[in-house]
């Protein structure tokens, strides 16, 4: 009888101990535990079209679980935290695979980012593998395993630079979730002309990547940059400013990943993650030019004018009472030409009466006429030589006072029933067609007041700094604040990357100078022109310049005419 030799035997039990842990690792179960241990899984979830599909898996695991065969969807986002692992048997019929894609997004909207472990019991092709991960790859789900129990053996998705399918094994695969090299993946963006978040150098040529600018553009070049991505703009047709509702059809359809402007947050679509509160602020006149036919009023406000007439109406009364007392009659008009004959620096004639009251009249008179009418000379006469101007708006009550109406277009209804303006506010809206809102407020036209986004404004406000006297003013106290965000594709598998680099540039402050320099970039590609400076030249003299003076004259004249009118039809009398 012979015997093997010892080492050979050896050899043998070794090979037979590697098969057996081969077998043993390789179960579904080591896989679940060795992924729950590696990437904290809370929850198993384990999803099936019955009750019959789950009898195939171990479940007597200390883990939490959640067998799925019908929707609660609702239950699971009230009641289950991430990270969950979802595990699920594949089926024969390749269409039975792709439907339950649709049922887990309708089930983990938002919750893309959790694990996806498919166990193959049958003998499925590569082919079919592919279609399967393609599905849920457009679903938004990017971490996706299958493991061929028959063959065991593990297959991944890789999805950078294109979809394929690779053989791995789990500690390539925890590896791989963290890959930040998107290997020149497109990140699509639609763009348009809607300054200053996106426009549009047609200077530049259409393939360089400096052809399209804004604030909000910047943002997704530097995350594109950050992740070795490729920005891939998607032109919105005329590259008009387009609404919420036709960028959402774009999203949905899936012609672009992700909107390139600001948008008021809702629980309506999906958006990136809030981080910045956007101020709603007026944009008001300055001060307008005042008329010259006003100016005739200008030298003393209200209180001033109400106080010479009621010094002018008690000298002629207290003179009145005075001669009625000492001369036993009224002589109301001649008081009345006495004061005056004051006011327009005239000679004086005072009538008789004793010397103290006669020495009060003429300190009255004089206070009234000599002092008060060569200050209003004196300031009427420094006015004409300068233009006059309105007090700047201060605030809401100002802006009624003027009554200035504030320009609105067919984009800014919604945000304002969104944020809540005032009854004060809503009045003062004049509703006009974007063109003419466009044309009245790219030019900052005086005439009337708007209101948008505080860096809108701030973008348009910036073509008047080299003017000696601003057009416009931004009012200091905001109508409202909404929250700033791009509107994404529902699932999009960067949406979490998306929004820690956002949450970056909030936090290091250079968003804010992303603004700040988008006012530059605009006026070197010739979308904002800075307005000329006024020069201090010598016009010439224009018809409404001599309008207050003719107005005076013939307002002389005719009190002359009356005077006249009135002597003679005394004198007939």
């Known amino acids: 009888m012979e015997y093997e030799p010892f080492e050979m035997v050896l050899l043998k039990l070794l090979l037979i101990i590697i098969f057996c842990l081969k077998l043993i690792s390789t179960k579904p179960e080591t896989i679940i535990n060795e992924l729950t241990l590696k990437l904290y899984i809370k929850t198993h979830i384990y999803y099936g079209f019955s009750k019959e599909t789950f009898e195939e898996l171990n479940l007597k695991t200390n883990q939490p679980k959640l067998l799925i065969f019908n929707n609660i969807s609702e239950e699971f986002k009230a009641d289950h935290d991430e990270p969950v692992l979802i595990i699920m048997n594949m089926e024969k019929d390749l269409d039975f695979n792709l439907i339950t894609v649709d049922v887990l997004k309708s089930y983990f909207t938002d919750r893309q980012y959790n694990d996806i472990l498919l166990i193959d019991t049958n003998k499925n092709e590569e082919k079919s593998y592919m279609e399967i991960s393609k599905a849920y790859w457009d679903a938004g789900f990017s971490y996706i395993l299958i493991y061929a129990l028959q063959k065991e053996q593990l297959w991944s998705l890789r999805p950078y630079p294109y979809l394929e399918m690779i053989p791995t094994d789990l500690q390539k695969y925890i590896k791989s979730r963290d890959n930040r090299n998107l290997k020149g993946y497109p990140i699509r963006v639609l763009v348009t002309n809607d300054p200053p978040h996106c426009f549009v150098d047609e200077e530049a040529s259409p393939n360089s990547k400096d052809r399209y600018k804004g604030s909000i553009i910047a943002m997704f070049k530097l995350f594109a940059q950050h992740l070795n991505a490729t920005f891939q703009a998607v032109p919105f ?258 949406e979490r990357l998306y929004n820690d680099h956002i949450q970056r540039l909030f936090e290091s402050g250079l968003q804010n100078k992303l603004v700040e320099d988008v006012h530059e970039l605009a006026v070197k590609a010739g979308f904002l022109h800075f307005f000329p400076t006024q020069g201090q030249t010598i016009e010439p003299l224009r018809l409404e310049d001599i309008v207050m003076a003719a107005m005076v004259l013939g307002g002389g004249h005719a009190l002359a005419g009356i005077c006249f009118l009135a002597e003679l039809t005394h004198s007939i009398q």
């Open 237 to 494: 047709p005329g590259l008009r400013r387009y609404t919420t509702y036709e960028c959402l059809n774009l999203v949905q359809d899936n012609e672009t990943d992700a909107c390139g402007s600001i948008f008021i947050r809702t629980y309506k679509y999906p958006t990136s993650q809030p981080v910045r509160l956007n101020r709603v602020a007026i944009m008001a006149p300055f001060g307008n030019p005042i008329d010259k036919f006003y100016y005739f009023f200008r030298p003393f406000d209200s209180y001033v004018w109400i106080g010479i007439s009621l010094m002018v109406v008690y000298v002629c009364l207290m003179g009145s009472l005075l001669h009625r007392w000492r001369y036993g009659k009224l002589d109301v008009g001649q008081y009345l030409l006495l004061a005056v004959q004051t006011l327009l620096t005239r000679e004086l004639s005072l009538p008789q009466c004793s010397g103290g009251s006669k020495l009060m009249l003429l300190l009255l008179l004089f206070a009234i006429g000599f002092v008060l009418s060569n200050l209003y000379v004196a300031l009427l006469s420094m006015m004409l030589t300068t233009k006059l101007y309105q007090r700047p708006i201060e605030n809401l009550a100002d802006l009624k006072a003027a009554n200035v109406s504030i320009l609105l277009q067919q984009h800014n209804i919604r945000p304002n029933s969104i944020y809540g303006s005032s009854e004060e506010l809503r009045e003062r809206f004049l509703l006009v067609e974007e063109e003419l809102h466009k044309q009245r407020r790219d030019g900052l036209d005086p005439n009337y007041a708007y209101v948008d986004s505080e860096d809108r404004m701030d973008f348009y406000l910036y073509q008047q700094k080299f003017l000696r006297r601003r057009r416009m003013k931004k009012l200091a106290n905001p109508v409202g604040y909404t929250w700033a965000v791009q509107v994404i594709r529902q699932n999009w598998v960067l």
